[in-house]
């Protein structure tokens, strides 16, 4: 338990298991859009909000500079009118109260850069020579957020309108006569926005919690047909069943199952045909050797048997002892074919030669049976084989053509090539095959008529082991036959070996 939990946060670490990456993604997917919101959300809340404050402050002292101009309040020709102080008294407590208001300070400059008024009472009759200022007279506004220090600075212009603008000051419709410079605390943005990012924070907090739950949960689920997967296919592996696996998830898992279901079967049939093959090879031994052991006991039951009747039994235990010998032999050839690692001997080999040299080993037999063996050669065929194998594929065939023929027959072999294939083919006027018969010839032990192949001397077995040595060349064995007229195999194989 503990080395599996420490295998799964091994996995977890090294971001090799599904379930890693699916809650990783799922996290990065929430997460980064929400910091990104909050801090974009609050810088636009911030840039925002100054900028309607400086409208605003802009807006009411751009009113306070109407009422300077329409009460000649920068020019104080007649400092001791009575009405000139009253209006000037009213326009102090207007610069009061924005100042007041914003917690800043307000100083009118005249056209002699001469601080006339300061809201602060401390620059009064200065000279104030600031860039802001200089530029405010050229018509340029300027305002400037200090962030840091927690202000806001900007200059709005007083226009004397009766006067025509300045020469090339296209920005105003009058005679710019004074400059206001202003700066405003901003602390009441400041605190309004740590409120915000209080909340901010609190909601971004929430959203992670919800996001890691729903990246965990969607890890579980999304994992969770596979773990089924693993599971079911373990549950074979322990033998607990060696049925279909059915796991309905998404179609991914349902095609891995699938495809497991198909090794399944396939398993099954080469266990299925192992296994037929074992049943078969043992009934094919024990045959020899329940005739064998027939012969002996009835020997042994007669007592005084005559010597005739001794050697004629010992001759049908020889002949017995040969088949099996036989049988033994062949499946030995058989299981060196199965063998996928086995290696070819390739060499060019000229076929011509070998049809000739493997009919001369074959004739003998053919005239026991007065069968005649004719070769027609087309050309002249020199192809890269494993001379072993071919051998064995030319005998089998031709062997068999003599075997299964009739007396007085005839067996053909003929040779012929194109520039990539050379065919060999035998043709006999034997038995014929049965036409239902023709899919299982190549079978292992599978023979058309068992009691009469026997009887010639068959082991089922010579056909399975041409078709595999076929195969191994990378060639092709075909089969057309009629039921007593006769048969004709056709091998046709590269002349330039294929290695895979
Ligand atoms: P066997 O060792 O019994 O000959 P094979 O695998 O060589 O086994 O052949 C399988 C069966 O195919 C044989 O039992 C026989 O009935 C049939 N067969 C093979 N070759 C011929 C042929 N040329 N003519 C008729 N039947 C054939």
Known sequence: ????????????????????????????????????????????????????????????????????????YLNNTQPDELSYTASRDVIDAELETISNLYEGRVLIVDSSLRVVMDTYGISEGKTMISEEVIRCFRGENTSYYDREHGYIEMTVPIVDTSLPPEEGNTNTSGTIVGVMLTSISNEAIIDTMEVLNRRAVILQNLMFVCVVAVALLMAILVSRPLNKVTSA?????????????????????????????????????????????????????????????????????????????????????VSEIDRENQIITDLLALVKMDKKVQELNIASVNINDLTELILKRLRPIARKKDVEVVFESMRSVTAEVDEVKMTLIMTNLVENAIKYNKEHGWVKVELDADHQYFTFSVSDSGLGIPEESLGHIYERFYRVDKSHSRDIGGTGLGLAITKSAVLMHRGSITVTSIEDEGSCFTVKIPLTYISQ
Do not use: W
């Open 1 to 72: 338990m503990i080395t599996e939990l420490l295998h799964e946060l091994g996995q977890l670490i090294s971001l090799r298991s599904l379930k890693a990456r699916i809650f990783l993604i799922i996290l990065l997917a929430g997460v980064i859009p929400c910091v990104f919101m909050r801090y974009g959300i609050l810088d636009n809340y911030e840039e925002r909000t100054v900028e309607v404050r400086i409208a605003t402050v802009q807006n009411q002292l751009r009113v306070v500079g109407n009422h300077l101009i329409s009460n000649n």
């Open 233 to 317: 296919i373990n549950d074979v592996q322990a033998g607990h069943t060696d049925e279909r696996i059915s796991v309905p998830g998404y179609s991914e898992t349902a095609h891995i199952v699938e495809a497991f279901n198909q090794l399944l079967k396939r398993m099954k049939v080469l266990d299925d045909s192992r296994q037929e093959f074992v049943a078969n090879v043992s009934h094919e031994l024990k045959t020899p050797m329940t005739s064998i052991k027939v012969l002996a006991d009835s020997l042994l039951a007669q007592g005084d048997a005559p010597a005739e009747l001794y050697k004629e039994f010992m001759e049908d235990i």
